[in-house]
Structures are given as structure tokens and as C-alpha cells.
T-cell receptor
Framework: AQSVAQPEDQVNVAEGNPLTVKCTYS??????LFWYVQYPNRGLQFLLK??????LVKGSYGFEAEFNKSQTSFHLKKPSALVSDSALYFC?????????????FGAGTRLFVKA | KAGVTQTPRYLIKTRGQQVTLSCSPI?????VSWYQQTPGQGLQFLFE???????NKGNFPGRFSGRQFSNSRSEMNVSTLELGDSALYLC????????????FGPGTRLLVL
């Protein structure tokens, strides 16, 4: 069975400082990994994904994530946080071998960036 | 390219009623997934449709059903509504090939009284 863990309910960071939002996953086969962001009263907005290839993935708005197979992690990072980055972030995983789009999401991490 | 459209955006129903939600995916996408988002349970997978066939199903009771039409538009139906069905229902338009990306609509917020 697939699962995703986001160990932190909330992350607080000062504007201009680097941020990290943690994610670990579990799948039977090879993983497809994703990060999404959700602003209040909005749907999910795609940030970045790991399908195959380079372990360091760059996405929208300066975000990046590193796929670490040995630690089964896919942490989201940004070198310099902005107040506008404050939102709810979801990590998600899909088993590449199962076919289809049954994506499992983590519980979400709320990011607060203080000016 | 138009995005994912979900209608209605807001809905208020009473217990025991039924509801139908609609999703129009991005043009060219043949797969649609549905998710329920609640504060307590987070984002939970409901089902996925591809070319009018249900391809995957989550762990929801039979009161939750869906279908997909030949133009890829999808509907989900919830019968005999319960208070716990109050949630944001999100539809994703799924892009196959190497992209493997899901694009989400704005959601339908359902309140059951």
C-alpha cells in the first residue's frame, strides 16, 4: 500500500530564510512524487514532480525538491522564503507500476512565513 | 488552454438528499480523478475514470459513485447524504505520457445540514 508522511503540521520561517517542508513516502514499486500548494478556498496547484532521472527537481516559484531513494524522502525546499509562500503544502505519491492516477496525499504542512 | 471546470462551486444540502457534482477536464485529457478533502481526514482518493471506465477506486461506501461521458466530462454522485459528507470535492484532470501530472479544479464545497 502507498502512504505519505508529512511529520510537521506547521513550519514557521522568517522571510528571506531558507525553508524546508519534509515528506517521506512508502510504495511497493517505483514512486512518482509530487508537491502541491493550496491557498485558502482554492484547489491544489502543482509545484513540482519527480518521475525519473535527476534526483534534484526544480519547480515553480523557486521551489525544489530532492528525491532520496535510500531515505524514501522527498523534501521541499526554497533558498529564500517569501511572505506570499504562506500556504498549505501537500506531498503526494503514486506507484508507477499500478497504472492510473490513484495518488495518495500526505496530511499537509501549513507554512507560515513571517515578514 | 482552458483549465479544469467544476460545477457548482458551492452547494448546501440536507441529510438524506442526494447530490451530483460535475467536472470538465482539460481538453485532450481522458482521465479524471476525484478527491474528498476534509479537515479531519485530509485529501482522500475517491475514484478515477479513464475513457468512460472506472480504473481505480478508493475506500468509500457505495453511496459515492461516479461516471464519465464520451467527451471526458465526469460526474460524481453522493446519495443519502450524511453530515460527514460535508467537504471540498476536488476533481483532477490527468495528463498521461511522460508528464504524469494532475491538474486540479477549484473544487465544489458541499455543506450538509
Amino acid at each position: 500500500a502507498q502512504s505519505v508522511a508529512q511529520p510537521e503540521d506547521q513550519v514557521n520561517v522568517a522571510e528571506g530564510n531558507p525553508l524546508t517542508v519534509k515528506c517521506t513516502y512508502s510504495v511497493s514499486g517505483n514512486p512518482y512524487l509530487f508537491w502541491y500548494v493550496q491557498y485558502p478556498n482554492r484547489g491544489l496547484q502543482f509545484l513540482l514532480k519527480y518521475i525519473t532521472g535527476d534526483n534534484l527537481v526544480k519547480g515553480s516559484y523557486g521551489f525544489e525538491a530532492e528525491f532520496n531513494k535510500s531515505q524514501t524522502s522527498f523534501h521541499l525546499k526554497k533558498p529564500s522564503a517569501l511572505v506570499s509562500d504562506s500556504a498549505l503544502y501537500f506531498c503526494a505519491v503514486r506507484d508507477a507500476g499500478t497504472g492510473g492516477f490513484k495518488t495518495i496525499f500526505g496530511a499537509g504542512t501549513r507554512l507560515f512565513v513571517k515578514a | 488552454k482552458a483549465g479544469v471546470t467544476q460545477t457548482p462551486r458551492y452547494l448546501i444540502k440536507t441529510r438524506g438528499q442526494q447530490v451530483t457534482l460535475s467536472c470538465s477536464p482539460i481538453s485532450g485529457h481522458r482521465s479524471v480523478s476525484w478527491y474528498q478533502q476534509t479537515p479531519g481526514q485530509g485529501l482522500q482518493f475517491l475514484f478515477e475514470y479513464f475513457s468512460e471506465t472506472q480504473r481505480n477506486k478508493g475506500n468509500f461506501p457505495g453511496r459515492f459513485s461516479g461516471r464519465q461521458f464520451s467527451n471526458s466530462r465526469s460526474e460524481m454522485n453522493v446519495s443519502t447524504l450524511e453530515l460527514g459528507d460535508s467537504a471540498l470535492y476536488l476533481c483532477a484532470s490527468n495528463q498521461r505520457t511522460v508528464q504524469e501530472t494532475q491538474y486540479f479544479g477549484p473544487g465544489t464545497r458541499l455543506l450538509v445540514l
